[in-house]
Protein backbone atom coordinates (compact mmCIF):
# COMPACT_ATOMS: atom_id res chain seq x y z
CA UNK A 1 0.00 0.00 0.00
CA UNK A 2 1.47 3.66 -0.96
CA UNK A 3 0.56 6.41 2.08
CA UNK A 4 -1.15 9.40 0.18
CA UNK A 5 -0.81 12.98 1.82
CA UNK A 6 -4.16 14.72 1.47
CA UNK A 7 -3.58 18.59 1.30
CA UNK A 8 -5.93 20.57 3.67
CA UNK A 9 -8.47 21.53 1.42
CA UNK A 10 -9.44 17.40 0.90
CA UNK A 11 -9.52 16.74 3.82
CA UNK A 12 -12.88 16.93 4.68
CA UNK A 13 -12.82 14.03 2.39
CA UNK A 14 -11.01 11.43 4.29
CA UNK A 15 -12.08 12.41 7.91
CA UNK A 16 -10.11 15.08 8.67
CA UNK A 17 -6.88 12.85 7.87
CA UNK A 18 -3.94 14.39 6.48
CA UNK A 19 -2.45 10.74 5.72
CA UNK A 20 -4.19 7.57 4.45
CA UNK A 21 -3.00 4.05 3.11
CA UNK A 22 -4.41 3.14 0.03
CA UNK A 23 -3.72 -0.13 -2.27
CA UNK A 24 -2.89 -0.03 -6.18
CA UNK A 25 0.13 -0.76 -8.84
CA UNK A 26 -0.13 2.36 -10.49
CA UNK A 27 -0.66 6.07 -9.40
CA UNK A 28 -4.41 5.75 -11.40
CA UNK A 29 -5.21 2.68 -9.36
CA UNK A 30 -4.01 4.06 -6.01
CA UNK A 31 -5.94 7.30 -7.05
CA UNK A 32 -9.21 4.97 -8.16
CA UNK A 33 -8.91 3.74 -5.16
CA UNK A 34 -8.95 6.44 -3.08
CA UNK A 35 -11.90 7.98 -4.88
CA UNK A 36 -13.83 4.39 -3.47
CA UNK A 37 -12.27 4.69 -0.19
CA UNK A 38 -13.45 8.67 0.28
CA UNK A 39 -15.94 9.52 -2.00
CA UNK A 40 -15.84 12.54 -3.64
CA UNK A 41 -12.23 12.96 -3.61
CA UNK A 42 -11.80 11.69 -6.94
CA UNK A 43 -13.71 14.49 -8.73
CA UNK A 44 -11.29 17.05 -7.01
CA UNK A 45 -8.26 15.21 -8.31
CA UNK A 46 -9.14 13.84 -11.36
CA UNK A 47 -11.96 15.16 -14.56
CA UNK A 48 -14.45 13.68 -15.99
CA UNK A 49 -11.51 11.48 -18.42
CA UNK A 50 -9.77 10.25 -15.70
CA UNK A 51 -6.77 11.84 -16.08
CA UNK A 52 -5.08 14.43 -13.37
CA UNK A 53 -6.65 18.01 -13.40
CA UNK A 54 -4.61 20.87 -15.13
CA UNK A 55 -4.30 22.73 -11.17
CA UNK A 56 -3.53 19.01 -9.51
CA UNK A 57 -0.20 18.47 -8.49
CA UNK A 58 1.11 14.31 -8.10
CA UNK A 59 3.94 13.30 -6.32
CA UNK A 60 5.23 9.93 -6.04
CA UNK A 61 8.21 9.89 -4.04
CA UNK A 62 9.01 13.77 -4.53
CA UNK A 63 9.10 13.43 -8.25
CA UNK A 64 6.22 14.87 -10.04
CA UNK A 65 4.18 12.22 -12.00
CA UNK A 66 4.42 13.81 -15.42
CA UNK A 67 7.87 13.57 -15.26
CA UNK A 68 7.56 9.78 -15.05
CA UNK A 69 4.55 7.48 -16.44
CA UNK A 70 1.69 10.20 -15.67
CA UNK A 71 -1.18 7.65 -14.47
CA UNK A 72 0.75 4.35 -15.43
CA UNK A 73 3.79 5.15 -13.09
CA UNK A 74 4.38 2.50 -10.75
CA UNK A 75 3.81 2.55 -7.35
CA UNK A 76 5.77 0.07 -4.59
CA UNK A 77 4.82 -0.69 -1.14
CA UNK A 78 5.91 2.14 1.06
CA UNK A 79 5.60 4.94 -1.52
CA UNK A 80 4.60 7.70 -0.59
CA UNK A 81 1.98 10.05 -3.48
CA UNK A 82 1.46 13.52 -2.38
CA UNK A 83 -1.23 15.88 -3.78
CA UNK A 84 -0.57 19.11 -4.61
CA UNK A 85 -4.09 21.60 -5.75
CA UNK A 86 -2.54 24.61 -7.12
CA UNK A 87 -3.18 27.76 -5.45
CA UNK A 88 -4.87 31.25 -6.84
CA UNK A 89 -4.37 34.47 -5.80
CA UNK A 90 -3.80 38.26 -6.35
Keep these: MATVRI ?6 FTGNKG ?3 VAGATVGEVLHN ?10 RVLDDKGAVRRYVNVFLNDEDI ?13 DRLTLIPAIAGG
Excluded: C, D, M
Design 7 to 12: PTSLRS
Design 34 to 43: LEKAHPGIGA
Design 66 to 78: RFLGELSTPVAEG
Design 19 to 21: EVR
